[in-house]
């Protein structure tokens, strides 16, 4: 019986559609796993395709799915097995599935059982299915939310488990990391096997997918946690001993504080969606409180000062940031900035059209801003920024006008949060961010 057993982790983040990308960043993976003399090189739910692109209702794309498959089976042939998230389709049911490819080929597949309410309008829910085998090891991998209830796992366990390796792509929200944490050690406990948790990183759509992946041994006890939102390749050893297999103890990545992650969330959000949007810059428009501040600032710890530019609309019929105010942010961040009054374009327009055809003059304001900022961000190559939070959301405060198109990095916030990251800002700088230390967000935009 094998006695040792390792296992390549990779804490990646594909780009939603790209096969060929994310195709490309599994043999990486698994070329730095055969290298490093590993059994098995896993990647997470999901990952050939992204997790959540529309063109899984394709059936060209499909297709194309299972050429890639093929072609990356034939690739990775000469070397350790290939665990990849990816759709399946069989007959006319497509499912989220787990596939094994190994001697060049599809060897082994799992089906997801347990689907997000948004995955059912995609897929199948599977079967309960029993461990894959790889170099005579029996490992169960129940997908994503396969593992926040017993039910798959404890099969699993009953089917001749010997190990659970749980792919995920589980997204970032507050307490998120250790609500995973608590499901994962859960499982432990029922089953008395050790566990692994591998989750994808980077952003889909408002998603951000924070990693963090992690591995725990019989009690629940942690034997590896991996950064937070970091790519991270991680080989991961397994000893078996009389009482089953254990995980080596490895390095345990330091987690920040609730509020450190919320913003990191934030930042590095913002950032993979200029990087997948093929975007240069980002552009936003002040409106006068702690929300944009925020978001200027996230912006500048994301892209750089030079890479941010700002612009505030002001009329008499709105609420917008006093130029003083916002060019002493600005400033302070480095990064561009230019005024405009626009009443004597919504005047002009309001006259031209009779005013008793136009709604109110606020909305002609928000339109018109919407419009330039979609403007400038097309003329400088640029994401434009929405800065409305939830509070906003829900109070449909989040400028209609700029509603298409627009990136919104707050958009989880609800005004007291987006106050106390402020704060937190302003006290605190990491070296992950590229804006400067200080306080960067003026006190007036701190009483709002």
Known sequence: MTERFRITLGQMNPTAGDLTGNAALAQEVWAAGRDAGAD???????????????????????????????????VCADGPALAIGAPWQEKEALYNAYLILQDGKLQQRVLKHDL??????????????????????????????????PDVAETLEETGAEILLVPDAAPYHRDAMDQRLNHMVARVVETSLPLIHLNRTGGEDHAL???????????????????????TIAHVDLEHGAEGWRIESGDIAPQGDTM???????????????????????????????????????????????KLFCALFADNDT????????????TSLGCSFRSA????????????????????????????????LQTMADTLDA?????????????????????AGLYAPARALNDEETLALCHWRNSNHRGWMKGPSGEVVPAVYLAN
């Not at 309410?117 to 129940?142: A, D, K, N, Q, Y």
């Not at 009443?343 to 339109?367: H, K």
Request: hydrophobic share 40%.
């Open 40 to 74: 098995l090189v896993a990647l997470p739910e999901m990952f050939l395709t992204g997790q959540n692109d529309g063109r899984l209702r394709d059936r060209d794309f499909l297709r194309e799915t299972a050429r890639q498959l093929e072609t990356l089976a034939k």
């Open 116 to 149: 997000r309410p948004e995955e059912r309008v995609l897929f199948t829910p599977g079967p309960i299915s029993g461990p894959v085998v790889v170099s005579g090891l029996r490992i169960g991998c129940p997908i994503g939310t396969d593992a926040s209830l």
């Open 209 to 231: 997918f924070d990693g963090a992946s992690f591995a725990l041994n019989r009690g629940g006890s942690l034997a590896r946690q991996l950064p937070a939102f970091a790519d």
């Open 260 to 306: 450190e992650k919320d913003y990191q969330a934030l930042v590095e959000g913002l950032r993979d969606q200029l990087r997948k949007r093929n975007a240069g810059r980002a552009v936003l428009s002040f409106a006068g409180d702690a929300n944009s501040a925020l978001v200027a600032v996230a912006a500048v710890d994301a892209v750089g000062p030079e």
């Open 319 to 330: 609420i917008a940031a006093p130029q003083a105010d916002a060019e002493a942010l600005t």
């Open 341 to 372: 009054d626009l009443s004597p374009i919504t005047e002009q327009i309001a006259e031209t059209l009779d005013r008793s055809t136009v709604s109110t003059d606020s909305q002609l304001s928000e339109r018109l801003r919407g419009l330039l």
């Open 383 to 403: 994401l434009p920024l929405s800065t409305a939070n939830r509070t906003d959301l829900h109070a449909d405060h989040s400028f209609p006008g700029e509603a």
